[in-house]
Structure formats: structure tokens, C-alpha cells
């Protein structure tokens, strides 16, 4: 079995009201860009960096996602990696991360798919329920604007179905906490 590093992304802080209205469109806040930098440079620097990223088609999520790849200059190390797994080296766009998207089953096809390093992007609740499912745990306070969680996930074999509470109990099975990078101090909580 392959295991995969996820990094389980919250998007940053956002503008309450888009110009247009639509909720879809909230980009991130000058603030919310520096604190998503900062949380790129801090996991960098840990060398906690995802070779594949996988952001909500919501503007605030995909602003997110590229600030990421951006400064942990995915396109160059997917580029120069040995065995990228399949990334592409450039920001994924899929409905699954959406608010109410099937973010589960993701996670699922990117382990199988064999990509080790694995940066999904999203909105709260989702993304908490998520983590909870995922390794049984919740963050504390949920996920923050910007928080990153790692989780250490075991590609699930090939089976007939992907869904269903089967997958689901077999998925937390085979996933570990890694750690919460907190957004506000960088604080890394580890176990």
C-alpha cells in the first residue's frame, strides 16, 4: 500500500461581499493573502510541502491554492521530482471541494491514484468533518482561516464500491494525525 501525506487546507480570510454578490466570488483580504503566504512559508520550511494540489472552484479556496503553490513552487519540484505521482505541477480545480462536495471521496482517488503528497483546499464545515472522519479527531476550534491539518493516509485497496460507511471505516483505519499547523501563531501541534 502507498501512503499518501495530505495536507487538509482551509482557504484565508475573505472579503464578507463580493462585488458581484455571489458568495463564490469572495476573493481573499490583503490580510488573508499574507497569513496564507506565511502558512506556505512556515510548511516550506518544514519541508511539509504537497506535490499536488487540489483547490474548490470558489474564488477564495483557488486564491488560496495558487498562493500555495506559488510560494512552495510546485510547478519547479513537481518538475525536477523522481516520482511525482501524477501531479501536474499545476493547481487543480474539482467540484468535490465545493461546499457539500464528496471531499472523502477525493482523498480516496488521490491515494489510490498514488500521489504521495496530496494539498486539498476547502471551506468549513466540510473540512473539519473531513479531518473528523479522516482520523477521528477535530481540530479544537475548527479549522481556521488558513489552518493546515496532516494526515498520514493509506491508499484503500480496489474494491467493487468506493462509498458508503464500508470505505469510510476501512478509509479511518488506515489514516494517522500528522499535525495542525495553526494560521495565527505557526504554531506546529504534533502528537
Known sequence: MRDVKLYVMRHGPAEDNSPTGRDGDRALTPEGRERTRAVARALLAEG?????IVASPLVRALQTAEI??????????VREAKDAGGAS?????RREMAP????????LELARSGRKRAMVVGHEPDLSM?????VNRHPEQGMLKSMVVGVKVEAP???????????ERAE??????????DPKSLHWQRD
Do not use: M
Not at 130 to 134: A, E
Not at 157 to 167: H, K
Not at 172 to 181: H, K, M, P, Q, V
Open 48 to 52: 511539509e510541502v504537497p506535490l499536488t
Open 68 to 77: 500555495v503553490a506559488a510560494v512552495t513552487d510546485l510547478e519547479r519540484r
Open 89 to 93: 505541477g499545476a493547481v487543480e480545480i
Open 100 to 107: 457539500g462536495g464528496d471531499a472523502l471521496g477525493l482523498v
Open 130 to 134: 473531513l479531518v473528523s472522519r479522516l
Open 157 to 167: 485497496p480496489r474494491s467493487g464500491s468506493t462509498d458508503g460507511a464500508g470505505a
Open 172 to 181: 479511518s483505519d488506515a489514516t494517522a494525525f500528522r499535525f495542525i499547523l
